[in-house]
């Protein structure tokens, strides 16, 4: 099997002429009055991007938007006899001397460890970013990866407020949980916000600014080395990685503004992207399941248990008192069990689900079979 990953790659544009420089940086202002709705003179493309930008994310006028770069008038090409750069990225503008759209071609450095990407990848919308250091173009990049057929565990992700993901290898229980760091930077971020605005900090706007983008980058550090360990712990195990849908898990969960605050500002969709590109990269299948009441079921026998708020999960049933992440863990990665042809193979453990029971066979035994995906599993 085959899954198409999008990988955003990091390119940084250097050796501009003044001129190059001007334009980009007119261009991307354009853009940020063009997304409040004003008149700009833009690149036609950009324009129509700028217009839904604003439409989907209504953004507020003290934040900068990326510029949305369409891939039908982006470029990127390679040219190891040029002096200047080998990488050169053309980048559409609004050129105010011709009075009309125009191009240009930037040097570019793209990471040693992504070249072969860019070469073999599709490039898709990508993005122009204005940083402190200087300019980048975040590119998007397509490329086709197979994907194993055959697994010999689950991993199972639960992602959450009081932990952004939790793990659990689905033959041994081994939990491990993430997040820690993430919630470190939130936190500090949001005293300091806290602390400019009651000491009235003039340019307040500017200095909020330049604070959200070095948390977003910190958070998005945290996330990259979050999502890595995840993968690399399925490769280790050879396990597909199961992850419950996205839909649901900000829906049912008033639990108080605390809770609300902190569960809201998660950045799971963000960690899902990042597993998702990395284990395909890796040939390792990320499958999605409906998460329904995976939070409110005992794993050890399917009845319904109790969430208290200090993170544990006990039934009233059978007596389960376990930590409640590693509870709807495990619950999905059963349910993902019910998307294979076949159980697991070299444990001995244990499965239990509402439906039926898996006995899962030595490695040694005769009875062993692999853990198979199914030509016809479903992707949410």
């Keep these: 099997m085959q899954r ?13 002429t003044e001129r190059k420089a001007d334009l980009l940086s007119r261009e991307y202002d354009a853009f940020q009055t063009a997304v409040q709705g004003d008149d700009a003179n833009l690149y036609s493309a950009t324009k129509q991007q700028a217009s839904k930008v604003r439409k989907q994310k209504n953004p507020r006028r003290d934040t900068e938007q990326p510029v949305v770069l369409r891939n039908d008038v982006l470029g990127v090409e390679y040219d190891e006899d040029t002096v200047l750069s080998s990488w050169w990225v053309k980048i559409p503008v609004y050129d105010p001397e011709r009075g009309r759209g125009n191009s240009i071609w930037c040097p570019a450095i793209v990471p040693e460890k992504d070249e072969p990407l860019v070469h073999e990848g599709k490039v898709r919308d990508s993005e122009l970013v204005r940083r402190d250091d200087g300019w980048y173009v975040h590119l998007v990049v397509k490329k086709r990866y197979k994907v194993r057929e055959k697994y010999d565990d689950v991993l ?9 993901a939790t793990s659990v290898a689905l033959s041994t229980r081994e939990t491990t949980f993430y997040g820690k760091d993430v919630r470190r930077v939130r936190e500090h971020y949001k005293q300091l916000r806290k ?27 945290c996330l990259h080395k979050i999502s890595r360990t995840i993968v690399d712990d399925a490769v280790a195990r050879n396990a597909v990685i199961a992850m419950g849908d996205l839909g649901g898990i900000r829906e049912g969960n008033d639990k108080g503004g605390h809770f609300n605050d902190k569960l809201h500002k998660m950045p799971f969709a963000k960690l899902l992207s990042y597993i998702e590109y990395k284990a395909h990269r890796e040939g390792i299948e990320v499958v999605l399941v409906d998460e329904a009441y ?42 993902v069990l019910g998307k294979f042809s076949k159980p697991l193979s070299n444990t001995g453990a244990v499965l239990t689900r509402p439906e039926t029971q898996v006995i899962v066979e030595p490695e040694n035994s005769p009875d062993a079979v692999d853990l198979t995906l199914s030509e016809g599993t479903p992707r949410v």
């Excluded at 500017?206 to 958070?219: A, F, M, P, W, Y």
Aim: net charge positive.
């Design 4 to 16: 198409e990953v999008a990988t955003t790659v990091r390119v940084k544009l250097h050796a501009l």
């Design 156 to 164: 199972a992700i639960d992602m959450g407020a009081r932990w952004i």
């Design 195 to 221: 602390s400019i605005g009651k000491a009235k900090v003039r340019q307040g706007k500017q200095v909020l600014h330049r604070i959200g983008n070095t948390e977003s980058r910190k958070v998005d550090d």
């Design 294 to 335: 995976t939070s409110q079921t005992c794993n050890r026998c399917a009845e319904k248990g109790v969430r208290n708020t200090q993170g544990r999960f006990r039934c009233p049933h059978c007596g389960l008192d376990d930590n409640a992440d590693k509870n709807g863990a495990t619950n999905i990665g059963k349910r």
